[in-house]
């Protein structure tokens, strides 16, 4: 590869997984391989997803990806900085500039409104004061919550909180969106509304989504289905 290719290569590629293995160590004795020599490259811009059975690796391979976790052997890199070896203040920065989590049971605050659980991510990135409240609205409207401000999460439906998850995810604008069974815990019609969602701020911010679930609906919704099965790449399918 001259260095042309191999520069624009680079450019192209928001996460490089090298030969990635995870094992835990249960007791003195007892091992559990979780991932197991894993390579993968994704790019820049796209919408893809993490498919397989309970215990085939998929939230693994997202909590490395997203520096909750640090590999055994082998290398994560996030646009062209390597965070396998990072430390946890290191990671701290990594996740807190450069990627989004949405969890399938939302993880806001029930104290806080739709609007504060917005602004927590700015404030975390230490966005001035002035413009936390107004960048929160905004997204807040651009998922369809602009009449939800003020209702904490308990006064929200489970598609609402949801949205708010993806508002909150979003509105520091992170290279890297990680998503782990984000319609797990909502009917049909709205998981397929929040999958959709996620599309079109994928398509309109050229951010990357990356979506653990185990809903075949959800996974051909994407572009590129990656296959697990016993911590191991199965099949890479596209969609």
Do not use: C
């Not at 590869?1 to 007791?27: C, F, L, P, R």
């Not at 807190?96 to 602004?119: H, I």
């Amino acid at each position: 590869m001259d260095s042309v290719k191999g520069e624009k290569y680079m450019n192209n590629t928001a996460v490089q997984v090298n030969d990635v293995w995870k094992v835990y160590k249960i007791g003195r004795k007892i091992e559990v391989e979780a991932l197991k020599g894993v390579s993968l490259e994704i790019e820049k811009g796209e919408f893809m997803s993490i498919m397989g059975p309970s215990g085939s690796g998929k939230s693994t391979l997202l909590n490395l990806i997203g520096g909750l976790d640090i590999p055994t052997e082998g290398k994560v890199t996030i646009e062209g900085t390597e965070i396998s070896k990072m430390k946890e203040r290191q990671l701290l920065k990594i996740r807190r500039e450069k990627v989004g989590f949405v969890f399938q049971f939302y993880n806001l605050l029930p104290y806080l409104t739709a609007l504060e659980n917005v602004m927590l991510s700015l404030i975390a990135i230490g966005a001035p004061r002035r413009k936390r409240k107004e960048e929160a609205k905004n997204i807040l409207e651009q998922v369809g919550l602009g009449a939800r401000l003020k209702h904490k999460p308990g006064e929200l439906s489970g598609g609402e909180q949801q949205r708010v998850a993806i508002a909150r995810a979003l509105v520091s604008r992170p290279a890297i969106v990680l998503a782990d069974e984000p319609t797990g815990d909502l009917d049909t019609k709205t998981g397929m509304e929040i999958i959709d969602l996620m599309k079109n701020f994928n398509q309109e911010l050229e951010q990357t989504f990356i979506i653990v679930t185990h809903d075949h609906d959800v996974s051909h919704k994407t572009e590129r289905i990656i296959h697990l099965r016993d911590g191991k790449i199965e099949r890479v399918e596209l969609s």
